[in-house]
């Protein structure tokens, strides 16, 4: 999680040392934080047996409720970054749709052991020979001394640089007086 | 009006809080549109 927001953070601070001024607009940025405010609950509280059904289409939901605030974003100067972002939540939202609404996860590649609040739910699953576009799931290790090290797609790769060029973008340079 | 109520009020029409609404609705995006499958 840390890893994947990094980028976002430096290209704030970036943007702050270089004194930059910013006008980051974040167009129907309610859904975002809606679907956050749903994601979090669903992902760590122990929420009952009707889970396994409603789990994986609020995931499948929430994930689509993204891609449209990052499209609706795409205009104007951050219009390259947003659709970068965008395609990063489409192969999240595609490789997540053809599996059920789970995310396909190389177990063996990851850095380290994931263990699940006890009873909530879990939207993702280990990949094996039936996995369709396993390439796309959570292939990739990140480095084990990142705090939360875990695997990503390249969808999170994507949509983590995008965001981060997203930021850069609407960093305006403040002109010289004088 | 209640107390928390008024601060309620008084923080979603801070301007600090108005500000920092779009960097948290990008770190939404993130988290929600990709890192949500790895919240352990």
């Known amino acids: 999680v840390l890893g994947l927001a990094a980028p976002v953070v430096c290209a704030l601070a970036l943007g702050i040392v270089r004194g930059g001024s910013f006008d980051l607009r974040v167009r129907w940025f309610p859904l975002a934080l809606v679907a956050l405010a749903v994601q979090i609950p669903l992902y760590t509280a122990p929420l009952g047996d009707w889970l396994p059904l409603i789990g994986p289409l609020t995931t499948i939901a929430t994930t689509a409720l993204i891609l449209l605030v990052v499209l609706r974003n795409a205009t104007g100067r951050t219009r390259l970054a947003s659709l970068i972002a965008a395609s990063g939540v489409a192969l999240n939202l595609l490789v997540i749709s053809v599996n059920g609404g789970f995310m396909p996860r190389a177990e063996a590649l990851a850095p380290r052991a994931i263990s699940h609040p006890d009873g909530a739910f879990s939207n993702t699953a280990p990949a094996d020979s039936g996995t369709r576009l396993a390439w796309l799931g959570d292939t990739l290790a990140q480095p084990a001394w990142l705090p939360m090290a875990n695997l990503v797609s390249p969808g999170d790769v994507l949509l983590s640089l995008g965001a981060a060029a997203w930021v850069l973008a609407a960093t305006r340079r403040r002109r010289a007086t004088g | ?40």
Not at chain 2, 7 to 33: E, Y
């Open chain 2, 1 to 40: 009006m209640d107390t928390p109520v008024n601060l309620i009020s008084v923080l979603l029409t801070s301007s600090r809080l108005r500000a920092l609404l779009p960097v948290l609705s990008l770190v939404a995006v993130v988290l929600a549109g990709g890192a949500g499958t790895k919240w352990t």
